[in-house]
């Protein structure tokens, strides 16, 4: 017997508001997190906007709510375009080739360039019997917005790009018993966000603009002599991060990025960093000091480094050693090593 209706339409009709409420509720988070990983713009072609048009115009201001494919005002601009007469066609004018409107579409997509941008790249190339308006009316058949309102890099991108020598810092605070009682002792962590090496600083209670440059001096250090050397460090906005700071840096040739304020997802990797040695190794010990702490953290991030296995790097360590695959090991070729005073273990193969 033929399916006459889709079950999710029967679900529809038989529930309440109440329920509506939820399925709506439900479908914008799950739309939520399918955006969030598609990098950059998604563009439109002009019989998928029809599509939306048609059913967004039913919904007024509410589409303001559950669109997310774009922004509303640019909804709003396509509501305009439809509703405006088509404008008559000039006598005499010539449709580009194929092949010229395939590399003006894919220009805009690689770059994100305005129109200008884009003639200045076919002039380039030797191409010039092409005009502002024509790139124009290229882009808007495809779907593609003009520059602003597109963006070819996204945060994913800027990850990708930089690679091996993007690291990201952050502070930590660690309570400490003293002779003066409990006392907060920070420290500043560094990490390669592709590698996932970590560079913790000694602890500190007076985390001030002379410490942070020194401890930023401590980084540069350890990784001047690399054939990956960092280029750009991102950190959040923590008033603890001065001029001093980015000038030191900068004496290095390496660039700051301060991200946005309440934006902690863009510093994720270095807070779960920070997260797995308060958790893994901090949280497990009283802790006396600021020399107990330094070695605490030395010797962790030792094992982090060294040992620990991480998902995103193929299930081995940051500094690693890609061993030849083999299908089982005897236990007497096994050694187990102990880390921060037996707290974690990690197994090797005896060396031959």
């Known amino acids: 017997?033929?399916?006459?209706?889709?079950?999710?339409?029967?679900?529809?009709?038989?529930?309440?508001?109440r329920e509506l409420?939820?399925?709506?509720?439900?479908?914008?988070?799950?739309?939520?997190?399918?955006?969030?990983?598609i990098p950059g713009q998604v563009h439109t072609k002009p019989e998928e906007r029809k599509r939306l048009?048609?059913?967004?115009?039913?919904?007024?201001?509410?589409?303001?709510?559950?669109?997310?494919?774009?922004?509303?005002?640019?909804?709003?601009?396509?509501?305009?375009?439809?509703?405006?007469?088509?404008?008559?066609?000039?006598?005499?004018?010539q449709?580009?080739?194929?092949?010229?409107?395939?590399?003006?579409?894919?220009?805009?997509?690689?770059?994100?360039?305005?129109?200008?941008?884009?003639?200045?790249?076919?002039?380039?190339?030797?191409?010039k019997r092409i005009s502002r308006q024509t790139i124009r009316n290229i882009l808007k058949e495809e779907g593609i917005e003009p520059s602003p309102d597109r963006t070819s890099d996204s945060w994913t991108n800027f990850l990708e790009?930089?690679?091996?020598?993007?690291?990201?810092?952050?502070?930590?605070?660690?309570?400490?018993?003293?002779?003066?009682?409990?006392?907060?002792?920070?420290?500043?962590?560094?990490?390669?966000?592709?590698t996932r090496e970590a560079i913790v600083s000694p602890g500190t209670e007076h985390p001030n603009s002379a410490w942070v440059v020194e401890q930023t001096e401590m980084f540069l250090s350890r990784t001047a002599k690399?054939?990956?050397?960092?280029?750009?460090?991102?950190?959040?906005?923590?008033?603890?991060?001065?001029?001093?700071f980015v000038t030191k840096l900068g004496e290095s040739d390496v660039r700051t990025n301060a991200l946005p304020k309440a934006s902690p997802n863009l510093n994720g990797r270095c807070e779960r960093f920070i997260q797995t040695i308060k958790l893994e190794c901090l949280a497990r010990f009283v802790i006396?000091?600021?020399?107990?702490?330094?070695?605490?953290?030395?010797?962790f991030v030792a094992y982090y480094n060294n040992h620990r296995s991480h998902s995103s790097r193929e299930s081995l360590p940051p500094i690693r050693h890609i061993p030849d695959e083999i299908d089982t090991i005897q236990l007497d070729e096994i050694v187990v090593k102990s880390h921060v005073g037996g707290l974690v273990k990690s197994f090797e193969k005896k060396a031959a």
Request: hydrophobic fraction near 40%; charged fraction near 30%.
């Open 288 to 299: 006396f000091g600021t020399h107990h702490l330094d070695h605490l953290v030395s010797e």
């Open 161 to 194: 790009r930089h690679a091996g020598t993007l690291w990201a810092c952050d502070f930590f605070s660690v309570k400490t018993v003293t002779a003066r009682g409990i006392r907060e002792v920070y420290l500043l962590a560094f990490i390669c966000l592709e």
């Open 21 to 37: 409420a939820r399925y709506i509720e439900y479908l914008k988070e799950e739309n939520k997190i399918l955006r969030a990983r």
């Open 226 to 244: 690399r054939e990956l050397k960092p280029s750009v460090v991102i950190h959040d906005r923590d008033t603890k991060f001065t001029k001093e």
């Open 53 to 93: 048009l048609k059913l967004g115009k039913a919904l007024g201001k509410a589409i303001e709510e559950l669109i997310t494919i774009v922004k509303p005002a640019t909804f709003y601009r396509w509501i305009r375009d439809q509703s405006e007469e088509p404008k008559k066609k000039r006598k005499g004018g």
């Open 1 to 17: 017997m033929t399916r006459l209706f889709h079950p999710l339409l029967a679900l529809i009709a038989s529930a309440s508001d």
């Open 95 to 127: 449709r580009k080739s194929r092949e010229l409107r395939e590399l003006v579409i894919e220009i805009a997509k690689q770059t994100g360039f305005g129109y200008t941008r884009i003639i200045g790249e076919l002039r380039k190339m030797g191409i």
